[in-house]
């Protein structure tokens, strides 16, 4: 993980401006441009909405029910793949509403950090590959000191949407609770510590090693013009 915030200096280097890049999922669905990404977007939300359609419809079945571990794999998988779909827009939104000191990550979080094993948990990621094939992708960082601002918006993107679909997980577990499903409350909460709760936590590590790196300015400035326009 030390490589995430190992900055470089800006060099002489060969211009790749003249290469689109292609754009990533979360791009897609979250800001989609022209006729097919707006399709795919179409599609891909109609299915988030079905399968929010089923587990409502889930929870009332007589063979399944909250209490049933399929019930918490069906969640899981939902709240798994809503994440790409939510992090641009609740990233626009948050710059839109909230002033950037209100995701200061407190030094103290760090033993926090420490205490919960997130270091252990981003080096199975990394070990694991998921770094390499999915998150440096999406991340686009380059590791100059120029590039920490994209390296800020993809954490702060992270602990957004994970943020969001951990706080999906935690209702539907708490609803389980209290219709009185322990059991399911435990199987719907379990998955949603580790596929989104630890993210977050390693994010907000990341965002607190950003920090003394950033001149912050009062407001956020992550080239979101464009899409708040839209």
Do not use: K
């Not at 707006?38 to 109609?46: E, G, K, L, Q, S």
């Not at 929010?52 to 029910?65: E, K, S, T, V």
């Not at 995701?103 to 420490?114: Q, T």
């Not at 999406?138 to 969001?164: M, V, W």
Request: charge should be positive; charged fraction near 15%.
């Amino acid at each position: 993980m030390c490589g995430i915030l190992c900055v470089r200096r800006s060099g002489p280097r060969v211009s790749t401006d003249s290469f689109p890049r292609a754009r990533s999922s979360v791009e897609v669905l979250g800001s989609p441009q022209g006729g097919r990404e707006r399709a795919v977007a179409c599609v891909y939300w109609i299915g988030m909405l079905s399968m929010a359609g089923l587990l409502i419809n889930r929870w009332f079945d007589d063979d399944m029910g909250p209490d049933h571990p399929a019930y918490a794999l069906l969640v899981t998988t939902w709240t798994f793949f809503l994440t790409p779909g939510v992090a641009i827009p609740t990233v626009v939104l948050v710059t839109r509403l909230l002033p950037r000191h209100w995701f200061r990550v407190p030094a103290g979080e760090r033993v926090l950090h420490r205490m919960l094993g997130v270091g252990n948990f981003g080096w199975l990621l990394e070990r694991s590959g998921w770094n390499r094939h999915v998150v440096a992708p999406l991340r686009r960082f380059d590791g100059t000191r120029a590039g920490l601002l994209s390296l800020e918006r993809s954490a702060l993107g992270g602990i957004i949407a994970h943020g969001a679909c951990f706080a999906i997980h935690l209702l539907f577990s708490a609803a389980a609770l209290f219709t009185a499903h322990p059991w399911g409350a435990l199987w719907i909460l379990l998955p949603g510590v580790v596929l989104h709760l630890y993210p977050v936590l390693l994010q907000r590590s990341i965002m607190l090693r950003l920090q003394p790196l950033l001149n912050e300015p009062s407001t956020w400035d992550f080239g979101l013009a464009g899409l708040r326009r839209n």
